[in-house]
C-alpha cells in the first residue's frame, strides 16, 4: 500500500496498515502534536515532507496558545486530511489488488539503501519467494553517449535511492549530458514473467535552462513477444502522454516531494524485461542540456503461483456430459457440452506438482466415440510460462493426452481439447408369421 503527496505512507513501515492508521487518526483527532518544534518531525505517521510543510503553518502545542476556535478549525482541518488520506487508501487498494486469488501474489517493490549502493549502476534482489518458484530482479541502468563527450553521465552520487516524486524509495538519476542526444537507460529483468506490473517514473520536468524529461517504455513476455504497456500522467498540465512515451510541459516544476510531474505505467500483459528509455523531448534552444534529474519506484506486480490444466470438447451429432481421470492433477476433469460442433470448456484445475507430467483420459460414454486427429493440448498463456506454440502433450495413447514435466510451468494455462461423434443408430427388424403356409389373399397376423 501507497500514499503520496501529503497522504504518503508505506505498508512495510508498520505492523500492519490498519494499525498504524487508527494510530494516525487518534493522534489527529486528539490534537497531539504532529511535528516536533524545529525539527518538524512527523509523530509516527511515516507522512512526508509535504505535510510537514502544511502542518508547520498550523497552530501547534509548542508554547503558543491555542485558543477552543483555533483548535476546533484545527481539528476540522486534521479530519479533513484523514479523510482524504483514507479515501486515497481505498482507491489505491482497489486499483492494486487485481491479482487472482489463487493463482498469483501481490508484490509491491521498493528500491532500499539496504540493497543498493550509491554509485551503482546495477543490483540484484529476491523480490519474491515462496509458491511457484522465487522471483529476481536486476535493475540495470546504462548511459548511451554516442559522441562520448562523458559530460557528467551521473550527478551527485546516482544511481542512489531517496526521495523523488513524492516517494523516500526512488531509484533516481541525475545528470547533466553533454548533447541533446544522450541517454539513460534503466532495464529491469525478472527471473521469470509477471503480470499485471505497474511503476511510477517521477519528477519528469522541463527547464528554461534548456531540457524537457521525456521517458518511453517497452517490455518484454517469456516468448520474447512484445508486452502491451499504457501510461497516465498524475497531472495531464505538467507531463504529455502518447502511447508509451511521457514528456514533460512546459508548465511542468516539480520538486522531489512533489507528485504532480509523476506518470505511473501499467502493463496489461505478463511481461519479463522492462525497457526504460529517459532522454530528452525537443529543446527550448541550443542542443546541450543542463542538470536534470530522474526517478523510478512503485513497482508493484502480480507473481503467478500455479499452472492448470482443463479440457475442453466438441460433439458432433449429440451433446453430453463427459469425465476424466487423472495424474498430478488436483481433481478430475469434467466437461458438458450444450450445442453440437461448439467447443465447451471446463474449470482450469490446478497441477498438482509443477515440473512433474500430468495426465487427462477420457471415459468414453456408451454411444460415443473419440475422434483422435482432433486432440491437442494448447497454452494460451504463454506469454507468462514461456511454452512453445502448439500441441504440447505426447502422442496420444487411447483418450490419454501427456503433458510432459518440461511444459507444465508455473503459469501455463493449458487447454487438452478432445471431440467425440455420436455412434449412429444400427436397427433391424425381424418378422415371422402367426399362421403357417396363408391362402391366398387372406390376412397375416405378426
Known amino acids: 500500500m501507497r500514499w503520496h503527496g501529503p497522504c504518503h505512507y508505506r505498508a512495510s513501515n508498520a505492523t500492519s496498515s490498519s494499525e498504524k492508521w487508527v494510530g494516525a487518526f487518534v493522534d489527529l483527532i486528539s490534537g497531539s502534536r504532529l511535528a516536533a518544534c524545529g525539527s518538524q518531525q512527523v509523530k509516527g505517521t511515516g507522512m512526508q515532507s509535504k505535510t510537514r510543510k502544511v502542518q508547520s503553518g498550523l497552530a501547534q502545542d509548542c508554547g503558543s496558545t491555542v485558543t477552543p476556535l483555533s483548535r476546533i ?19 489505491q487498494q482497489a486499483q492494486a489488488q487485481t491479482c487472482t486469488a489463487g493463482e498469483e501474489t501481490l508484490v509491491n517493490y521498493d528500491y532500499s539503501t539496504t540493497t543498493w549502493t550509491a554509485g551503482d549502476t546495477s543490483d540484484l534482489v529476491t523480490v519474491y519467494t515462496g509458491t511457484g518458484g522465487n522471483v529476481t530482479l536486476t535493475t540495470a541502468v546504462t548511459v548511451q553517449d554516442a559522441d562520448n563527450d562523458n559530460e557528467n553521465d551521473y550527478l551527485n552520487t546516482t544511481p542512489s535511492v531517496g526521495q523523488r516524486g513524492g516517494n523516500n524509495n526512488a531509484l533516481r538519476v541525475d545528470t547533466n549530458r553533454g548533447d541533446g542526444t544522450d541517454s539513460h537507460t534503466f532495464t529491469l529483468t525478472f527471473s521469470r514473467a509477471v503480470t499485471k506490473m505497474q511503476f511510477v517514473m517521477s519528477d519528469l520536468d522541463r527547464s528554461n535552462n534548456n531540457y524537457r524529461d521525456r521517458i518511453t517504455v517497452t517490455g518484454t513476455t517469456a516468448i520474447g513477444t512484445a508486452a502491451t504497456v499504457s501510461a497516465t500522467a498524475q497531472n495531464a498540465a505538467n507531463v504529455t502522454v502518447v502511447g508509451n512515451v511521457a514528456t514533460a510541459t512546459n508548465a511542468a516544476a516539480c520538486d522531489d516531494d512533489e507528485n504532480g510531474c509523476n506518470v505511473t505505467y501499467v502493463f496489461s500483459t505478463p511481461v519479463s524485461v522492462v525497457t526504460i528509455i529517459y532522454d530528452n523531448g525537443a529543446l527550448s534552444s541550443g542542443s546541450n542540456p543542463t542538470q536534470q534529474f530522474i526517478g523510478l519506484s512503485d513497482i508493484d506486480f502480480c507473481v503467478p503461483i500455479v499452472g492448470q490444466i482443463r479440457v475442453a470438447k466438441t460433439t458432433t451429432g449429440g451433446v453430453g456430459t463427459f469425465n476424466f481421470t487423472q495424474t498430478n492433477l488436483a481433481s478430475n476433469p469434467s466437461v458438458t457440452t450444450v450445442t453440437a460442433g461448439t467447443q465447451a470448456t471446463g474449470g482450469f484445475i490446478n497441477i498438482s506438482t509443477l515440473g ?38 505426447n502422442a496420444l495413447a487411447g483418450t490419454t493426452m501427456t503433458v510432459p514435466n518440461t511444459r507444465t510451468l508455473v503459469g501455463a494455462r493449458i487447454t487438452c481439447a478432445y471431440t467425440n461423434t455420436a455412434s449412429a443408430a444400427d436397427l433391424s427388424l425381424t418378422k415371422t408369421a402367426s399362421t403357417g403356409t396363408p391362402a391366398v389373399g387372406s390376412n397375416i397376423t405378426f
Open 73 to 91: 478549525k484545527h481539528l476540522r482541518y486534521q479530519l479533513a486530511l484523514v479523510f482524504a488520506c483514507l479515501l486515497t487508501l481505498w482507491v
Open 356 to 393: 512433474t507430467a500430468a495426465s487427462v483420459t477420457e471415459t468414453i460414454p456408451t454411444g460415443w466415440t473419440h475422434t483422435t486427429a482432433a486432440s491437442s493440448c494448447v497454452d494460451s498463456n504463454r506469454e507468462a510460462s514461456g511454452n512453445p506454440a502448439g500441441n504440447l502433450a
